[in-house]
């Protein structure tokens, strides 16, 4: 093998590590290793970023890569937190003899599916394109939120969300938002303007406080809740300024002669 082959199989090496991490993550939420499954679901989290910047460091970018890195997602980001979300706090929620919880994480993993799906189709029509958002919350995203708050109650102790109804609303609103078209932040191409940098210091600040008033997971947890609520109120806002801008209250057309 030449070096030049080499270079191609070192970023699939990395997104292979995160399968691995993935399938590792599902095998412990059956075994009620709940803080340890988190943890490799987060592991993957960072193998995947890792990935898309060795191959471009590199250059080996290829067609395959990044297939193969959107089929790791579906079982490390979709898959795995599914199983981890359903054996920690739904297993025991039913409806008669059907497993309402299991259809609940059901729905993640299938908008987490079809978020990536829809990725690739917009990569394909604009190849090698960097933009300063994603359309729809990312699937790792969403995964990190669903481990997040794994990790955040079995560090402190307390189970909040555990056999709670909040918590399919939690997976329910995250998997409504990465088949939606609200704007997300990618940080991949960021022209930092004026609002861009409140925005990353509102969020260093917000982490700080966490820090020091919890540990780390509920502070990366209510940095992650942040972002949600970031892409939410940026869309609404958006949408606000483009309704105000076709339809102005002084527009000279409505005034009578």
Same mark, same amino acid.
């Given at each position: 093998?030449? #070096?030049?082959?080499?270079?191609?199989?070192?970023?699939?090496?990395?997104?292979l590590?995160s399968?691995?991490?993935?399938?590792?993550a599902?095998?412990?939420?059956?075994?009620?290793?709940?803080?340890?499954?988190?943890?490799?679901?987060?592991?993957?989290?960072?193998?995947?970023?890792?990935?898309?910047?060795v191959?471009?460091?590199?250059?080996?970018?290829?067609?395959?890569?990044?297939?193969?890195?959107?089929?790791?997602?579906? #079982?490390?980001?979709?898959?795995?937190?599914?199983?981890?979300?359903?054996?920690?706090?739904?297993?025991?929620?039913?409806?008669?003899? /059907?497993?309402?919880?299991?259809?609940?994480?059901? /729905?993640?993993?299938?908008?987490? /599916?079809l978020?990536?799906?829809?990725f690739?189709?917009?990569?394909?029509?604009?190849?090698?394109?960097?933009?300063?958002?994603?359309?729809?919350?990312?699937?790792?995203?969403?995964?990190?939120?669903?481990?997040?708050?794994?990790?955040?109650?079995?560090?402190?102790?307390?189970?909040?969300?555990?056999?709670?109804?909040?918590?399919?609303?939690?997976?329910?609103?995250?998997?409504?938002?990465?088949?939606?078209?609200?704007?997300?932040?990618?940080?991949?191409?960021?022209?930092w303007?004026?609002?861009?940098?409140? /925005?990353?210091?509102l969020?260093?600040?917000?982490?700080?406080?966490?820090?020091?008033?919890?540990?780390?997971?509920?502070?990366?947890?209510?940095?992650?809740?942040g972002?949600?609520?970031?892409?939410?109120?940026?869309?609404?806002?958006?949408r #606000?300024?483009?309704?105000?801008?076709?339809?102005?209250?002084?527009?000279?057309?409505d005034?009578?002669?």
């Amino acid at each position: 093998m030449n #070096i030049q082959n080499a270079k191609y199989i070192l970023p699939n090496l990395f997104t292979l590590g995160s399968v691995f991490l993935g399938l590792q993550a599902i095998a412990w939420s059956f075994d009620a290793q709940f803080a340890a499954a988190g943890i490799a679901i987060l592991g993957a989290a960072i193998l995947d970023g890792m990935d898309g910047r060795v191959a471009r460091l590199t250059r080996t970018q290829s067609d395959f890569g990044t297939q193969l890195d959107s089929l790791a997602d579906a #079982i490390s980001f979709g898959v795995a937190p599914a199983f981890l979300a359903y054996q920690y706090a739904l297993v025991d929620f039913r409806i008669g003899e /059907v497993s309402f919880g299991l259809l609940v994480v059901a /729905v993640f993993a299938i908008c987490g /599916v079809l978020r990536l799906a829809r990725f690739n189709v917009l990569a394909q029509r604009a190849p090698g394109a960097a933009s300063s958002h994603f359309v729809g919350l990312p699937i790792p995203g969403a995964a990190a939120l669903v481990v997040l708050t794994v990790l955040s109650a079995e560090r402190t102790h307390v189970a909040f969300l555990r056999g709670d109804r909040t918590y399919i609303v939690l997976l329910l609103l995250l998997s409504a938002l990465m088949v939606s078209t609200v704007r997300y932040p990618s940080f991949k191409k960021v022209r930092w303007s004026r609002r861009h940098v409140l /925005v990353a210091l509102l969020g260093a600040t917000l982490l700080t406080l966490g820090l020091k008033l919890v540990s780390l997971f509920p502070a990366l947890l209510l940095a992650g809740t942040g972002y949600i609520a970031y892409g939410l109120l940026d869309t609404l806002l958006r949408r #606000i300024h483009a309704r105000d801008a076709r339809d102005p209250a002084d527009d000279p057309s409505d005034a009578v002669e």
